[in-house]
């Protein structure tokens, strides 16, 4: 199984602020879901609580939420209280590859294990509480990389960028 990271940051490795996203980036939400859909998505409770009530789980792909909360209850969704309990899960059901999707303590874990990073990197600087963790670009190799205009529904430019472990 491949364990992939997908995530979206500005310049300075924001990728939150009070668990929201601080921009509005249509065509990256459309990534997100095309290349998560119909794959195991695994994330933290406060991204899971992050998501709006109307995406709660994420359609169309079974979602994993990682917890050290006893009897947390993530309606539509399995709940473990770690991140090799969740790619168990994953590799039970045999997935090809399953995406780790966030937050900031759950990547951080996860590049410990993961062999691809989907990586949306966004050309503006946010205020963040959250972040994506810095990793070392010596283990990993870019792939492939698809620019993204500013454009009228886009106020930031940004790359959809792949790097795969070496």
């Known amino acids: 199984m491949i364990i992939s990271m997908i995530a979206a940051m500005g310049t300075n490795r924001a990728i939150g602020k009070d668990n929201d996203i601080p921009w509005h980036l249509p065509d ?29 789980p994420l359609p169309n792909r079974p979602n994993v939420v990682i917890t050290r909360k006893d009897f947390f209850d993530a309606e539509g969704s399995q709940v473990v209280n770690s991140l090799e309990a969740a790619l168990q899960i994953a590799r039970e059901n045999n997935e090809p590859e399953a995406f780790i999707i966030g937050g900031g303590q759950i990547y951080q874990m996860g590049l410990e294990v ?20 810095e990793f070392d670009h010596q283990l990993w190799k870019e792939t492939s990389r698809l620019h993204h205009p500013v454009d009228e529904k886009h106020k930031f430019a940004f790359d959809f960028v792949i790097y795969e472990k070496k």
């Open 28 to 56: 990256d939400f459309q990534y997100f879901k095309q290349t998560t859909e119909c794959h195991h998505v695994i994330m933290g409770r406060k991204n899971f609580e992050s998501l709006p009530p109307r995406f709660r």
């Open 114 to 133: 993961a062999d691809k990073i989907y990586l949306t990197e966004i050309d503006g600087t946010f205020d963040g509480d959250t972040f994506f963790p």
